[in-house]
C-alpha cells in the first residue's frame, strides 16, 4: 500500500473538510454554520479546520473558489463551440434540474455578499475573485468578437460584467417565483452578450 506524503495528506484532509463545509454551510447557512459542525461533519478536531483556514469567512471563500472554477471551466468548454446556435443549444441543455442543484451554493453567495457588504476584509476578498472572473470572462469574449471580425457594442469587459449581473439577477428571479419566467431566457440573454451572431432566440 503506498504511503501518502505529508503534502499529500493535508491535501486529503483539505478537501474533506471543504466536502463537509459545502454541506454544513448548505443545511445551516453561512452565519448558522460554525467551525464545530464542519470540524465534526468532516470527522476532525476543530483544531484541523483552524490549521487550514484561518477563518469561517476563508473556508467560505476557499468553497467559492472551487465554484468559479468550476464555473470558468464550463464557459470555456462553451467558448470552444464556435458555431452560434451550437452554442445557443449548449446554453439551452444547462437544464433547471442543475439549476436546482446549484441553487443551495447560489443562496449561499447572496447571504456572504450581503454580509460582505458590512464587512471590508470580506468585501475586498469578494471583489478579488469577481475581478478575476471578469477579467477571464472579458478576455474569452473579446477573443470570440476578433474571430468573428467584430466588433463588440462595448467594451469587453462590460459585456462580462452584464453577463455575471444577467446570470445572477436571473438566479434570483428564477428562485423567488419558480416558474414564472421561460428557463430559455438565460440561454437567449447569454447569447446574445457572448456571441457576435446571437441576434435572435435561436442563436442564428
Excluded: C
Excluded at 469561517?56 to 467559492?64: I, M, N, P, R, S
Excluded at 437544464?95 to 476584509?121: K, S
Excluded at 452584464?162 to 416558474?179: V, W, Y
Aim: aromatic share 8%.
Amino acid at each position: 500500500m503506498t504511503r501518502l506524503t505529508r503534502e499529500q495528506r493535508r491535501q486529503q484532509t483539505r478537501a474533506r473538510l471543504l466536502d463537509a463545509a459545502g454541506q454544513v454551510f448548505a443545511r445551516r447557512g453561512f452565519h448558522g454554520a460554525t467551525v464545530d459542525e464542519v470540524a465534526d461533519a468532516a470527522g476532525y478536531t476543530k483544531g484541523a479546520v483552524y490549521s487550514n483556514f484561518a477563518t469561517k469567512d476563508e473556508l467560505f471563500l476557499a468553497l467559492l473558489d472551487q465554484r468559479l472554477a468550476a464555473q470558468l471551466e464550463q464557459v470555456e468548454a462553451l467558448d470552444a463551440i464556435e458555431s452560434a446556435g451550437e452554442l445557443g443549444a449548449a446554453l439551452r441543455a444547462q437544464t433547471e434540474q442543475e439549476f436546482d442543484a446549484a441553487r443551495d451554493f447560489g443562496v449561499l453567495q447572496v447571504e456572504f455578499w450581503l454580509y460582505a457588504m458590512r464587512n471590508p476584509a470580506a468585501q475586498a476578498e469578494l471583489a478579488k475573485r469577481y475581478r478575476q472572473l471578469r477579467d477571464r470572462l472579458a478576455a474569452l469574449i473579446a477573443g470570440r468578437w476578433t474571430r468573428r471580425q467584430a466588433t463588440p457594442p462595448m467594451p469587453p469587459e462590460h459585456l462580462a460584467a452584464l453577463a455575471i449581473a444577467t446570470d445572477s439577477g436571473l438566479f434570483l428571479q428564477f428562485s423567488a417565483e419558480p416558474g414564472a419566467l421561460p428557463w430559455a431566457l438565460r440561454a437567449d440573454a447569454m447569447l446574445q452578450l457572448l456571441d457576435p451572431r446571437g441576434t435572435g432566440p435561436a442563436g442564428e
